[in-house]
């Protein structure tokens, strides 16, 4: 079993709904909770950055985070064709430099 | 524009053969990361540097093997390769190379072996 599970999708969804992708995970340790956004294959760039639990909010995007479930979210609101990507989840537990354990990416497609 | 810059952008070869890819970090960062992206694994840690010494290591196969130069660029030397090696390889920088730290991504270099 992954450390970190993520649907892979694909994700098909119209202009202006909102968006739901989800991660589960296994270690405990885990303490550092992110979210990437890759386009066709590029390097991954940072979207959100949360610490241990509960919820951050940055413009159409909200991440959650519940260690008590093991499960993180991130919410897109008013989704737009531009936020076609793979988002991958990836967390870390501090204690091993920096070393991020990612999830598998959800390919999302936004239709016009 | 990360400012992590990896070169070369695409590398093909032979099976058997020796690769060495580069990665020049943002200015500033003192970490660098590698990171191996393939359709099945998915994007997964390799090795950790921090100002010239080794910080962390994943899964990194012994015909890999990484250095991180004084002028803190880094290199990711890939040897007897196979064609299960054929992969994007990511280099990513970071200030101090802890938990905290937001990893800025290079563009990648995209290897095929044949």
């Known amino acids: 079993q992954k450390e970190v599970e993520q649907d892979p999708g694909p994700l098909s969804v119209p202009e202006g709904a909102i968006v739901s992708l989800n991660c589960t995970y296994s270690?405990?340790?885990?303490?550092?909770f992110m979210w990437y956004r890759q386009y066709s294959r590029k390097g991954p760039e940072l979207l959100m950055y949360?610490?241990?639990?509960g919820n951050k909010e940055d413009g159409r995007f909200t991440a959650q985070v519940d260690k008590s479930s093991k499960y993180i979210s991130l919410f897109i609101r008013d989704s737009q064709p531009s936020d076609s990507a793979t988002y991958l989840c990836?967390?870390?537990?501090?204690?091993?430099?920096?070393?991020?354990?990612f999830g598998q990416g959800t390919e999302l497609s936004v239709k016009p | 524009d990360s400012g992590v810059t990896q070169t070369p952008k695409h590398l093909i070869t032979a099976t058997g053969q020796r690769v060495t890819l580069r990665c020049s970090p943002r200015?500033?960062?003192?970490?660098v990361y590698w990171y191996q992206q393939s359709l099945d694994q998915g994007l997964q840690f390799l090795i950790q540097?921090?100002?010239?010494?080794?910080?962390a290591k994943g899964n990194i196969l012994e015909r890999f093997s990484a250095q991180q130069f004084p002028d803190l660029h880094s290199e990711l030397n890939l040897s007897s390769l196979e064609l299960g090696d054929s992969a994007l390889y990511f280099c990513?920088?970071?200030?101090?190379?802890?938990?905290?730290?937001?990893?800025?991504f290079g563009p990648g270099t995209r290897l095929t072996v044949l």
């Open positions: 990836a967390m870390s537990a501090g204690n091993q430099g920096g070393k991020l354990i």
């Open positions: 949360t610490y241990s639990s």
């Open positions: 990513a920088s970071s200030v101090v190379g802890v938990g905290t730290d937001t990893q800025y």
């Open positions: 200015s500033g960062d003192l970490s």
């Open positions: 540097y921090y100002n010239g010494e080794e910080r």
């Open positions: 270690n405990s340790a885990f303490q550092y």
